[in-house]
């Protein structure tokens, strides 16, 4: 078997597909809030709440939680083993090449599906803002920034981290301000709009899931929309220093996104209750828009801006993250050995990023956002299941975490599954299936 590339070297070798560590901790955390602080927030919130009714806000606390153990599992394990991957590599390190096969496949779907919803919510808020009577414009927009977006990944990490850096400041600043806007104006009014968390625990939603159901369905939504710290993982390989960047990184970016969820959770609800702020979100995909300008007409544009930005930010890291993935599949033979190739200068894996982008291309032509992100909620955990799993086998002398944190991890990710509808769960099923027996027939990859 030949060896591995080692990820510490500072030769830069086109052949073997080593990346350069130009990365460092502050850059780790606008990766991470650049691919988590976007459609999470400005879509699928209302969308859970049409699952969790006004516990939509408990289920952005279990969905952190849930997240912060996976996040801590990830952590550990890019620590004791840093290189391009992810779970993908630590399912072979840690596993069994069945597993590593499957998370690799899992991750590419989970996210893909998050990338399509992305540029969809991304086309919706831009249409819905300047020209409403023009919607049919919206999957050509889409499909257009993928395109854009890919092209500028091409280009090198460096500048894909400037402009990151860009649309976070500006989207997090365009949250802060929906928050203490709607805020006050519920403070105005005496609290009264309060009143919409009014029976919470007798909510039933149409699916005839009663609270606690309701509630951990919820949860799973939420949860794809914490995710996006795994990019930090998957990008172990370019980030220096990473023992202690990348828990750092991801424990600071979690708790930063959870801040931010809850707040817009939180005086959304208030302010509409969770019935529109559902219909918002599935309606004209939305949400954070019709809000706004239900109290002050002008602000609906600066939510659409903040939106149009941020989910751009998260379309162009899920292209970063992928493309990471694709690479370490290229190496071990479950992609031709062509993704397995950078460019010249050790920045881009070129053929890796021109294959995501093809992907997402395909979902983003489905044209549903409720179906690609209902999807990326069930490939998603059952592929943090096996980063958990991962890390439970982790040597004592790696360990950085106790036990108990990737077994609570373990224990979530495959719980929510249950809860989850059966039409995503018999596609993520069927794609389980096709995995494994594709691992059997196919040739063995390099491991």
Not at 42 to 67: Q, T
Not at 200 to 227: C, M
Not at 256 to 273: C, F, K, N, Q, S
Not at 302 to 317: E, F, K, P, R, S
Request: aromatic content about 8%.
């Amino acid at each position: 078997m030949p060896a591995m590339p080692n990820p510490a070297t500072p030769e830069i070798s086109r052949r073997t597909g080593t990346l350069r560590r130009q990365v460092g901790i502050g850059g780790a955390i606008v990766l991470g809030l650049g691919s988590m602080v976007g459609t999470g927030v400005f879509v699928s919130l209302g969308i859970a709440a049409g699952v969790a009714g006004p516990a939509v806000v408990l289920a952005v606390l279990l969905a952190a939680g849930l997240a912060l153990c996976n996040g801590l599992s990830s952590a550990q394990l890019a620590a004791a083993h840093p290189v391009s991957g992810g779970t993908y590599e630590y399912g072979y390190k840690y596993l069994t090449p069945a597993a590593g096969r499957v998370a690799g496949w899992m991750f590419l779907a989970a996210k893909s599906a998050s990338a399509a919803t992305a540029a969809l919510g991304f086309a919706g808020y831009l249409i819905h803002a300047a020209a409403p009577q023009w919607s049919v414009l919206v999957l050509p927009l889409a499909l257009a920034a993928v395109v854009v977006l890919t092209v500028l990944v091409l280009s090198g990490l460096r500048r894909t981290n400037a402009v990151n850096l860009i649309i976070v400041a500006l989207t997090v600043g365009v949250l802060a301000f929906f928050i203490v806007m709607i805020g006050s104006q519920l403070e105005g009014q005496g609290g009264m709009k309060l009143s919409n968390f009014a029976g919470i625990e007798s909510w039933t939603n149409d699916r005839g899931q009663t609270f606690l159901p309701a509630l951990l369905h919820g949860t799973a939504l939420v949860f794809v929309a914490f995710t996006g710290y795994g990019r930090v993982a998957t990008l172990g390989e370019e980030i220096t220093d990473p023992k202690r960047s990348i828990p750092i990184a991801v424990v600071l970016t979690i708790l930063l996104t959870a801040v931010l969820y809850l707040g817009v959770a939180i005086v959304a609800v208030a302010e509409v209750g969770a019935h529109d702020f559902a219909a918002y979100a599935t309606g004209v995909a939305a949400p954070l828009e019709r809000i706004a300008g239900n109290v002050w007409p002008w602000t609906s544009y600066v939510l659409a801006g903040g939106a149009v930005i941020a989910m751009l930010g998260v379309l162009l890291n899920l292209i970063l993250g992928l493309s990471r993935v694709a690479l370490a599949m290229g190496r071990r033979r479950d992609l031709p050995g062509l993704f397995a190739s950078v460019n010249a200068s050790g920045t881009t894996p070129v053929p890796a990023v021109i294959l995501v982008g093809v992907i997402i291309l395909g979902l983003v032509s489905i044209g549903s956002v409720t179906f690609a992100w209902s999807l990326s909620a069930t490939t998603v955990l059952i592929y943090y299941a096996l980063t958990n799993l991962a890390a439970l086998r982790l040597p004592a002398a790696d360990r950085r975490y106790p036990r108990a944190i990737p077994v609570i991890g373990l224990a979530g990710c495959l719980g929510l599954c249950v809860f989850i509808d059966w039409l995503y769960l018999a596609v993520a099923g069927g794609l389980l299936g096709a995995i494994l027996i594709s691992h059997w027939v196919m040739p063995k990859p390099v491991t």
